[in-house]
């Protein structure tokens, strides 16, 4: 990037994927796991990995798990963000393997949101 203005295009266009994600997913869900090196170094591997074995378990076709980069916060680290089309994305901090499953069976299963796991709450 050489300009402000080329860094506001490309926040523009993230902003307007993320609507579109919300107004087409048909309630699928989208589980982003910061796999910055602060998420690595504080553990986001094995919790990724929780996220990616959990869904496939229980044969979630409309959830994709996708790593992301840095999310901002480095000492809430590992950092897992859940968007459920049509609702507001929810930040998980703090995240183990076994937090992970428990976020994939409670938010993205059964729409019940860990809110003790969650940004505000750490």
């Known amino acids: 990037m050489k ?8 926040r523009e266009s993230a902003r307007q994927k993320m609507v579109q994600f919300r107004e087409d997913s048909g309630g699928g869900a989208r589980v982003m796991v910061g796999m910055a090196t602060c998420g690595i170094a504080a553990g986001a591997r094995p919790v990724m990995s929780a996220c990616q074995e959990e869904v496939s378990r229980r044969g979630l076709r409309d959830v994709t798990v996708i790593q992301v980069g ?9 950092i897992v963000e859940v968007l459920v089309g049509g609702q507001e994305k929810v930040t998980y901090v ?3 393997p076994d937090k992970a499953r428990e976020v994939i069976a409670e938010h993205v299963v059964n729409q ?3 809110t003790e796991y969650t940004i505000g709450n750490a």
Do not use: Y
């Open 3 to 10: 300009s402000i203005d080329e860094l506001g295009a490309v």
């Open 112 to 114: 019940r949101i860990k």
């Open 94 to 96: 703090n995240m183990t």
């Open 70 to 78: 840095c999310v901002g916060v480095c000492r809430l680290e590992p």
